[in-house]
């Protein structure tokens, strides 16, 4: 009795067809990372900027988003029709990075959150908001995590301006992250990475914190004489 070796041609020409989608996938990815980086670099100009400077550095940054929506389209055009959960990790690191991104730099431009329609718009892609997507989209999770990536870099910024004079931001900065923080209270968080990482923003909004009292201390604020 023979066996028909046929079969085992097709699933080696479909695992080769698989590798060399991977393989793209990668490619592309590699080149999304390096316009993150781009932007990356600009936007991190904030952390030693004067208060005058920083809604042009989001601004600037806003400029390179048309390369990150061209960068989301190419991965649209590679996965297949309703395969995005097939190879969705190749990437996910990459456009949560890129949500935080323009979430930054909206934030410097209008000191707002970015809305999902922004986000959208600036992407390309839909967010996953009824979890009924299959073809290529932006997870509910990779848009939340971009938010507690926010609360860090805030942080940071608020620490920062104060070494430049800019002693009002830190109070902005410190309404701005209790309110989000109020926001992710109101969700009933299942995801344990997302969860964990919830738990930080305590840590972020007390450094910060500490920075608005030692602002407030010393009176160096009339922001924080009014607060």
Known sequence: MS????????????????????EEILRLVRDFDKTC????????????AQAEEVPTIGSLAMDRFGEVKQHMTNL????PHQQYYRYNELWSRTVQNSVF????????????????????SLLGAKINLNNDLQDFHISLEE?????????????????NSVTVGDYNRPIRISNFVQQLYTGFQLLNLKNDALR??????????KKIEEVVYDISLRKLSDDAEKN
């Open 143 to 159: 848009f939340l995590h971009s938010f507690i990536t926010l609360t860090n870099e805030l942080s940071r910024l608020a620490i």
């Open 196 to 205: 964990r990482r919830f738990d930080g923003i305590k840590y972020n909004i």
């Open 37 to 48: 980086r781009t932007i990356t670099a600009i936007l991190n100009r904030v952390h030693s």
């Open 76 to 79: 649209a055009q590679l996965v």
């Open 101 to 120: 991104l323009a979430a930054f730099a909206i934030y410097l431009q209008s000191e707002k959150l970015i809305t999902a329609n922004e986000l959208e």
């Open 3 to 22: 066996i028909d070796l046929s079969f085992f041609n097709n699933i080696d020409a479909a695992m080769e067809e698989e590798a060399a989608r991977k």
